[in-house]
């Protein structure tokens, strides 16, 4: 077996810690180093028995690994990125890639200029349920998609904002911060969006944000959506809730995406395929499937598709530019709701909104 790709975590946070846990399962890969300004994070690396580094140029300086997780404050993810970029390692960037999709594409292009891979950590994609449910759509098994609806519903306890205030300021509502991963799944699974007309409502809390917000979407293939986030609903419909993705939450038995096709429906996480038994009737008689599927980490199948885009045998499932596709969206339905109007979507890089 060939030595393992050796891979530094930026930012020894919530998440930044769960991607060393989930290395250290990956016999593919090795943690080389933490980056990390505040000084706990030198125990931290203690413990895991790597170097700490304060900042990102320091490590780039002194060893600089096959790549580089960036589990950094979003502020920073642009500016960590293209110095990963410039000295040629390749970077797993924590979702949302920038803070702005005009502020994205920077870095995508820097990318794609220098031939550097830059994934972005929409780890969703990695659960083998959403790639049971994609091969499913394109095989055709549920005909042509002509509608999906997403519920991301959950309830988020007053403590949740007290014990980090940013979580009550301008910008880090729902939308921004859970609806992020919902958009990225729905895009990867119906395709890419063209417009957008949404409607959101202050926070009940009295907080700078929406704590409910829907969306209309239209995709390039004809196919329309809603979905609905809010963090304000005391309910079971939610990923978080329903995928089992993460242990910190209680699951329920329930789904939260529904698609429907020409030729049949598939409702998700549960993965059942509902199709009409012979001919497609309202009047004949329906027939449910629930699809077998392994389960796996979604985290840890996101650093072994990392290690092996680096080691040349994958191409990037979620590329930088996927993440800005999905960032414009998210952008899109802040406008909408802002401004009461429908946001068309144009896709080239740096062209974010019309
Ligand atoms: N994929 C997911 O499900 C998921 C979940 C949570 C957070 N996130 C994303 O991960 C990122 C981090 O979120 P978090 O909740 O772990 O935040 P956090 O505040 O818990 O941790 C961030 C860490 O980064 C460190 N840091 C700050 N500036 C740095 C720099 N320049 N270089 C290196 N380290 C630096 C901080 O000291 C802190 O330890 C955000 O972009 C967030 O949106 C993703």
Redesign the pocket.
């Known amino acids: 077996m060939s030595a393992p790709i050796r891979i530094a975590v930026?930012?020894?946070?919530?998440?930044?810690k769960r991607h060393v846990a989930a290395i250290a399962q990956c016999r593919e890969a090795e943690l080389s180093a933490l980056?990390?300004?505040?000084p706990a994070?030198s125990e931290y690396a203690r413990l895991h028995n790597v170097p700490w580094f304060q900042?990102?140029e320091e490590l780039l300086k002194a060893d600089k690994p096959d790549g580089v997780i960036l589990?950094?404050?979003?502020q920073?993810?642009v500016q960590?990125g293209l110095e990963c970029v410039a000295s040629g390692c390749a970077v797993l960037v924590?979702?949302?890639l920038a803070t702005s999709a005009n502020e994205a594409a920077i870095l995508v292009e820097a990318a794609k200029a220098a031939n550097v891979p830059v994934l972005v950590?929409?780890?969703r994609r990695h659960n083998p349920l959403i790639r049971k449910a994609h091969e499913i759509i394109t095989s055709g098994k549920i005909g042509q998609i002509r509608a999906v609806h997403a519920a991301c519903w959950m309830f988020k306890p007053d403590d949740y904002f007290d014990e980090?205030p940013w979580r009550k300021a301008a910008g880090a509502g729902p939308i921004s911060?859970n609806l992020v991963?919902d958009i990225d799944l729905i895009r990867y699974l119906c395709g890419d969006v063209v417009s957008v007309q949404a409607q959101a409502a202050p926070s009940l809390r009295g907080y700078d944000n929406e704590d409910v917000a829907s969306a209309l979407l239209v995709f390039e293939n004809g196919a329309v959506g809603t979905i609905t986030v809010s963090d304000m609903i005391v309910s079971p419909w939610s990923w978080e809730l329903t995928a089992r993705e993460n242990p910190a939450y209680p699951p329920t038995t329930q789904s939260c995406y529904v698609l429907g096709g020409t030729h049949g429906s598939l409702s998700l996480p549960d993965l059942t395929l509902w199709q009409n038994a012979e001919e497609r009737s309202w009047w004949k008689p329906m027939a449910a499937i629930t699809v077998p599927r392994e389960t796996s980490d979604p985290l840890v199948n996101q650093i072994r598709h990392f290690s092996r885009v680096i080691a040349g045998k994958e191409e990037p499932l979620v590329t930088g530019e996927e993440g800005y596709k999905t960032l414009q969206v998210v952008e899109a339905i802040q406008q909408s709701a802002k401004l009461r109007q429908t946001v068309l979507l144009r896709h080239e890089l740096g062209n974010s909104t019309a």
């Open positions: 930026a930012g020894a946070g919530l998440i930044g980056v990390d300004p505040n994070a900042s990102l589990a950094t404050p979003n920073v993810h960590n924590e979702k949302p950590g929409h780890h980090a911060v991963h």
